[in-house]
């Protein structure tokens, strides 16, 4: 719940696949293989990505079982992967406001299904598509930093692993703190307050990015 609230926070002070300056210097000026940065900087991205962690909260926020965790995140995972890396190396681009909008409101979408307000598809297909969002989030961020083509088919597939490596991390986190909450006497309460600040932060992301297109 602590991290839900806390995404909230950032998203009023911070824009969603933010690369930070230092780490935007190093992959415009970087030629060549360099596999350690690049998952270094992929797991970084994974752990601070803020955007990231609420839609994943809410993903396992019911799942008691390790085994369904599992198949949900891999989803997730396989989506993202298959958009960055695509949206790299092929250099399909798609305007970032727009999908870090797109992005807010696969938050907001987690949260009311969670709070059992809606459901339009089966979950582990919505998981699967907003993974395909988040990775072009990600892919655009980078286009705009002009990588080298120099090495970049094995410095994607690195960031990339550091992407999962950084995800694997988090969760272990979250799927701990999660089985604490479900122990708590009140937890029924605390699940409804906790999706509806969830919600909350994903309408924040997406207020934010709407009006970051329609002003820029």
Known sequence: MWILIA???IASTASAHGVAAQDQGFLASASGVHLGPYIYLGAKHMVTGYDHLLYLAGVIFFLGK??????????FALGHSITLLAGVLTGVQVNPYVIDAIIGL?????????????RFCDPKIAVFGFGLVHGFGLSSKLQDLALSPDGLIANMLAFNFGVE?????????LFGTLAWL??????????????VVLFAAGLTLFGMQTVGYFTT
């Open 7 to 9: 995404g909230l926070c």
């Open 66 to 75: 390790l085994r369904d965790v599992v198949t949900f995140v891999s989803l």
């Open 106 to 118: 696969s938050v907001c979408y987690k949260a009311l299904e969670n709070l059992r307000l809606i």
């Open 165 to 173: 490596l950084g995800q694997v991390i988090a969760l272990t986190l």
């Open 182 to 195: 479900r122990n708590r006497p009140h937890f029924p309460s605390i699940s409804t307050t906790a999706n």
